[in-house]
């Protein structure tokens, strides 16, 4: 671990960063340019005096996942998130896998999504980050590790508990289009990938999965209008919008309710009862 290294490559990093960048307010004049220390901390979901100290060149060896954080809250390309892996002391994590990396151009477009739900996911179902809109409304499962990480994991591993967020009519058609997405990404990526992976571990736990699967659908094309039905707000009727970047690995899903809907109302709802439910938390 270079601890000179990382810290200045931190600051500069910091630096770097405006807040509108990150998708935060400017807040009050700031004494110096880029992100305050609190800011990041905040942005890579760790505490301000574990960030500080790794400034300050004090702080202990931060773990891979901690760093895949900070790549993310700074907005690193895939060469500078290698950089910090090798200056603490880590091999760079495989390219291949993606588990800990987010495009660049997708998460600045998902900071400045506040007033629908947004997420970020990889071929392989799993949420890379999400908005607080998104957290309340699937909850927070981009903290999940493993194929739980997942939904297409989850949806056929725990199918008495992830489905209950579909109405009954809609789960077939849900469970065509989980088995879909993952054979598209499994012709990209091959029979040594993480997707194949996937299609192990699913084949050993769900004979529904493997039913599916030998009726060799692929499609990457997400569902443009669905029923979600929340605990606590009841159903919502969304319209999905996709972006994809260049190479298909990663998707920006955002979901949308109709002007003067109830739709739009509901979402309205809860994103008060999120900030409710986190306040609570942290309380």
Known sequence: MDRDALADFLLRHREALRPDDVGLPPGARRRAPGLRREEVAQLAVMSTDYYTRLEQRRGPQPSTQMLGSLARALRLTPDERDYLYRVAGHSAPDRAAREDYVAPGLLRVLDRITDSPALILDGLGRTLVQNDLARALFGPVE??????????????????????????????????????????????????????????????????????????????????????????VGPIEVDCQALFTEDGSQTLLVLTAAPRSEAEGQLRLLAVLGTQEFAAREG
């Open 143 to 232: 903290q999940l590790t493993g194929w739980e990480r997942s939904a297409i994991y989850r949806w056929f591993a725990h199918p008495e508990t992830e489905r209950l967020m579909y109405p009954e009519e809609d789960r077939d058609r849900q469970s065509r289009a989980q088995v879909a997405s993952l054979r598209a990404t499994l012709g990209a990526e091959g029979p040594r990938s993480r997707a194949a992976e996937l299609v192990r571990a699913l084949s050993a736990r769900s004979a529904e999965f493997v039913a599916i699967w030998e009726a060799h659908e692929v499609s990457r094309r997400f569902e443009d209008h669905k029923t979600l039905v929340h605990p606590r």
